[in-house]
């Protein structure tokens, strides 16, 4: 069964980078079905999409992130990982990481990760 | 301010029906399939609905969707207090070249 596990900084000030890994583990992020990528919730509000990228490395944003976030894979590791940059107290949320099922254009969320808090403060 | 909007919340009895409504356009829901998710507080979202209507093998028929035009819904029969959570809608939206959520809608069982 696929799990994933995130890590972060847990603590960051604002202006500097978010940097998150997400641990792929019983599966592959090699697979053509599956795109990966990351989601956050603002504490007391909804869900936010941040990102996806394929196997092939084909990368879609949220349009009002889009200037701040870059997600890459490492497939040697199998781990992809999330860069968020110039972050304010805004930022400050539960990060996900998930895998969503691709059907063009069509997907899904069929797993996700447990989830890391992040508060941005100086 | 979500593209697609669902509302704040729903409630009924513990045994009753409740049903959720996701409302979008025609960028999104006009043209895909929606998924929806149940968030337990404190937990991560799980995947309830996918395709609009199909569930994955966990989840109990008791919960079931449907879509139509530019609107989606997500129904609930034999509530339990279980069911406490929030739910939310989500799709493709061809416009935006992302996917999006619904604003999220919290189930109460009274």
């Known amino acids: 069964q696929l799990q994933l596990q995130e890590s972060g900084p847990g603590l960051v000030k604002p202006a500097e980078t978010l940097s998150f890994n997400c641990t792929v583990s019983?599966?592959?992020?090699?697979?053509?079905?599956?795109?990966w990528g990351w989601i956050r919730q603002p504490p007391g509000k909804g869900l936010e999409w941040i990102g996806i990228?394929?196997?092939?490395?084909?990368?879609y944003y949220n349009p009002s992130l889009k200037s701040r976030v870059t997600i890459s894979v490492d497939a040697s590791k199998n781990q992809f990982s999330l860069k968020l940059s110039s972050v304010t107290a805004a930022d400050t949320a539960f990060y996900y990481c998930?895998?969503?099922?691709?059907?063009?254009?069509?997907?899904?969320?069929?797993?996700w990760g447990k989830g890391t808090a992040v508060t941005v403060s100086s | 301010q979500s593209v697609l909007t669902q509302p704040p919340s729903v409630s009924a009895a513990p045994g009753q029906k409740v049903t959720i409504s996701c409302s979008g356009g025609?960028?999104?829901?006009?043209?895909?399939?929606v998924s929806w998710y149940q968030q337990v507080p404190g937990t991560a979202p799980k995947l309830l609905i996918y395709?609009?209507?199909k569930r994955p093998s966990e989840i109990p028929d008791r919960f079931s969707g449907s879509r139509s035009g530019t609107s989606a819904t997500l129904g609930i029969t034999g509530l339990q207090t279980g069911d406490e959570a929030d739910y939310y809608c989500?799709?493709?939206?061809?416009?935006?070249?992302?996917?999006?959520f619904g604003s999220g809608t919290g189930v109460a069982v009274l």
């Open positions: 998930a895998r969503h099922f691709y059907f063009g254009p069509y997907y899904h969320i069929d797993v």
């Open positions: 019983g599966g592959s992020v090699s697979s053509t079905r599956y795109h």
């Open positions: 990228i394929s196997d092939r490395g084909i990368t």
């Open positions: 025609s960028s999104n829901i006009g043209k895909n399939y």
């Open positions: 395709e609009d209507y």
């Open positions: 989500a799709t493709w939206d061809n416009s935006l070249r992302g996917f999006i």
